[in-house]
């Protein structure tokens, strides 16, 4: 069973930034992707920011330019680094994982931005 745990949320000014970490029990090379979804209170889980296994990324519209995700194949970990952060931005974050047709997550970590 795939375990993945995030660190990193907190709260932070807007304007300000905050880098989420994604450890995950195996090697992140087994995975045919990975992403960072979040979830505000009354709203749908939304896809932020995902990495393929060739480092390929894609993100939501909302975030491009601001957040930056990455993985470090040697530690088993992914990043997200969220700059200008915004109220709006607050949310749950969550890590998930990709292989084949199962999809994994973590716990989720609270990140929010105050005006």
């Known amino acids: 069973q795939v375990q993945l745990v995030e660190s990193g949320g907190g709260l932070v000014q807007a304007g300000g930034s905050l880098r989420l970490s994604c450890a995950a029990s195996?090697?992140?090379?087994?995975?045919?992707?990975m992403g960072w979804y979040r979830q505000a209170p009354g709203k749908q889980r939304e896809l932020v920011a995902a990495i393929t296994s060739l480092g390929n990324t894609n993100y939501a519209g909302s975030v491009k330019g601001r957040f930056t995700v990455s993985r470090d194949n040697a530690n088993n970990t992914m990043y997200l680094l969220m700059n200008s952060l915004k109220p709006e931005d607050t949310a749950v974050y969550y890590c998930s994982a990709r292989i084949g047709l199962n999809t994994y997550w973590g716990q989720g970590t609270q990140v929010t931005v105050s005006s």
């Open positions: 195996e090697s992140i090379f087994r995975f045919d992707g």
